[in-house]
């Protein structure tokens, strides 16, 4: 089971390298890694289990985050509407890829965290709004989604772990609430 003690923080060299795609068809060991990847953000979603086991909740987590230096993200978006309480999204991704993406911006009007970083960052982290992308599925199989507003944040965010960027990488340094026009701001 992944607990927070997994989760390497920012400093350690592994959150800045590119990682490496991963073989298709998928080996057992990946799958598996997927697997735990996404029990961690259940667990981390749920009051008691998060308690019990000291962790920050999340919807999204990287390989390179656990110092796996794959091209393999899970997310785990909830719907935080009871009467529809399925996931609006909820998958682990292996080689994921941006296809293509919207002109327009947007960005999270609280800002982002992660939990490799233990500190707050103020600012937008300003991101694509919509983006088209390619992966493949835990069964292995070539999937192309559409995603917009906050699950396209999300994976944003995830995909950029692959990449060796941090959140913060994109916040306007010199005025962190800075924005250009046009920018949607999710609240
Ligand atoms: C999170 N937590 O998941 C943040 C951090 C925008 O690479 O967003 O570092 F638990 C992955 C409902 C709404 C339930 C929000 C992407 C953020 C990705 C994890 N929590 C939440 C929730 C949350 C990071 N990460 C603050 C931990
Ligand atoms: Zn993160």
């Known amino acids: 089971m992944i607990t927070m003690e997994d ?8 959150l800045r390298e ?15 890694l997927g697997e ?3 029990e961690f953000l259940h667990n981390s979603q749920d009051p ?7 962790l920050r909740g999340g919807v999204g ?3 390179p985050q656990l110092d796996i230096s794959k091209r393999i993200i899970a997310v785990h978006v909830p719907s935080g509407d009871l009467e529809n309480p399925e996931p609006t999204l909820s998958a682990v991704m292996y080689n994921p890829k941006i296809l293509s993406h919207s002109v327009q911006d947007a960005c999270l009007a609280e800002g ?6 233990d500190r707050e960052v103020p600012g937008y982290v300003v991101r694509h709004n919509k983006i088209t992308l390619s992966y493949v599925d835990a069964d292995g199989v070539k999937q192309k989604i559409r995603l917009k507003n906050y699950e396209a944040i999300v994976v ?14 994109h916040i306007n340094s010199e005025n962190p609430y800075a924005l250009k026009d046009g920018v949607l701001v999710i609240e």
């Not at 008691?48 to 000291?54: F, Q, R, S, V």
């Not at 982002?112 to 970083?117: A, H, I, M, T």
């Not at 944003?156 to 990488?169: C, K, P, T």
Request: hydrophobic share 45%; aromatic share 4%.
């Open 48 to 54: 008691i289990k998060a308690e019990e086991l000291g």
């Open 18 to 32: 590119v990682a490496k795609e991963v073989a298709v068809p998928l080996s057992d060991e990946d799958i598996k």
């Open 61 to 63: 987590l990287a390989a």
């Open 36 to 38: 735990e990847m996404m």
């Open 156 to 169: 944003q965010h995830e995909i950029d772990h692959l990449n060796g960027v941090m959140f913060y990488d």
């Open 7 to 14: 989760i390497i923080r920012e400093g350690n060299p592994t």
């Open 112 to 117: 982002e965290g992660c939990l490799s970083v």
